[in-house]
């Protein structure tokens, strides 16, 4: 034991160097041990939970590598031995960098995992999942510039000159693409947002149809007479989008006028005919009808219904069938319905002998 006290190497003895390798020796085991055993405890609560926060640590840890266990190990064990400044100094940058880089592949994975997650949502939006990659490549490119400036700074590099220059010339790329940025950040809002998906019915100003595909810089959709309308994604996201997909229900405002000569009695149950004819259809809710108006030729009665469902097709047959049904109630009560007519009444002069 003396002769290990006395065997000095690098300002230490050896019994120094021998306490620094088995502190670090033991401080790797016990990191590697500990991080085996937390990921098996989040495995195993991954398996019997829904949430996604516990697949997001086992994504993690797996990327904690085993260099960062070594340097750390080997920091810890450094302590305990007389060193000089410049060599403190070495250990110390060495360390910032392996945490720097750590956290750069910690981010990684959690960016890719949380992006990954949210494609898994929308598998049968092949646009969705374009956008999704996109973004993940930009925002890993941000998490590893931002790591390697620091990185630079921590080895005594004098960054500043470098991220003024970076500055400039994002500006002047940023000022060269700004159509192309703008059209693929309004791809991901619209990915993010949701105002419409691949398959709704939309309106853009006076033009109608149905999302086919949203891509990085343009959105396709297939106008109702056929042909292909395609409006950049930044235009579209500035214009008035009414999203026919997402409606609910279908208001129809009715309006029927009846002769002049329909008989007060008969004109007090045209309402009840019509709540009638609304309500043998499946899909309708029933609002009002009134006898609304004295028009120019006609009696007017306003019927205001829904159609419960958005489908198009399902909303013009059961207008059709409400009409059919108060024509054929009208026909069989002898009630007319009023057209433009305009009637002359005629004066006879008399004559002046």
Do not use: C
């Amino acid at each position: 034991m003396d002769t290990l006290q006395n065997i000095v190497f690098w300002n230490n003895s050896l019994m120094t160097w021998v306490a620094a390798v088995a502190i670090a020796v033991l401080a790797f085991t016990i990191l590697s041990l500990a991080r085996r055993i937390v990921r098996g405890h989040f495995a195993k609560l991954a398996k019997s939970t829904a949430v996604v926060w516990d697949d997001l640590v086992i994504e993690v840890l797996v990327q904690t590598k085993q260099f960062a266990l070594m340097v750390g190990s080997l920091y810890l064990g450094s302590h305990v031995l007389a060193l000089s400044d410049r060599v403190v100094d070495v250990l110390q940058a060495v360390v910032a960098v392996t945490v720097l880089l750590q956290i750069g592949f910690w981010g990684t994975a959690a960016v890719q995992f949380l992006l990954e997650h949210q494609s898994a949502k929308r598998s049968n939006d092949g646009a969705a999942i374009t956008s999704m990659k996109a973004l993940t490549l930009v925002v890993r490119l941000a998490l590893w510039s931002i790591v390697a400036l620091l990185v630079l700074d921590n080895l005594g590099v004098d960054i500043t000159a470098l991220v003024a220059g970076l500055g400039v010339g994002g500006i002047a790329v940023a000022l060269a693409m700004q159509n192309v940025l703008g059209d693929l950040f309004a791809s991901l809002s619209i990915v993010l947002d949701k105002p419409f998906v691949q398959g709704d019915m939309i309106m853009v100003d006076d033009m109608i149809g149905t999302v086919e595909h949203v891509g990085l810089k343009t959105t396709r959709i297939r106008s109702l007479s056929g042909e292909q309308l395609v409006f950049s994604n930044a235009d579209l996201l500035r214009s008035r989008i009414r999203n026919h997909g997402r409606r609910a229900e279908r208001r129809v405002s009715l309006i029927i006028g009846v002769t002049y000569d329909t008989p007060r009695a008969m004109l007090q149950t045209i309402p009840a005919m019509i709540k009638q004819a609304v309500e043998a259809q499946e899909d309708t809710r029933f609002s009002r009808s009134h006898f609304n108006e004295f028009g120019d030729s006609a009696l007017m009665f306003e019927t205001i219904y829904y159609v419960t469902v958005p489908h198009y097709d399902r909303y013009m047959d059961i207008q059709q069938d409400v009409n059919l049904s108060v024509h054929e109630q009208f026909e069989a009560n002898g009630i007319e319905f009023a057209f433009p007519t305009q009637t002359v009444h005629v004066v006879a002069e008399s004559s002046v002998g």
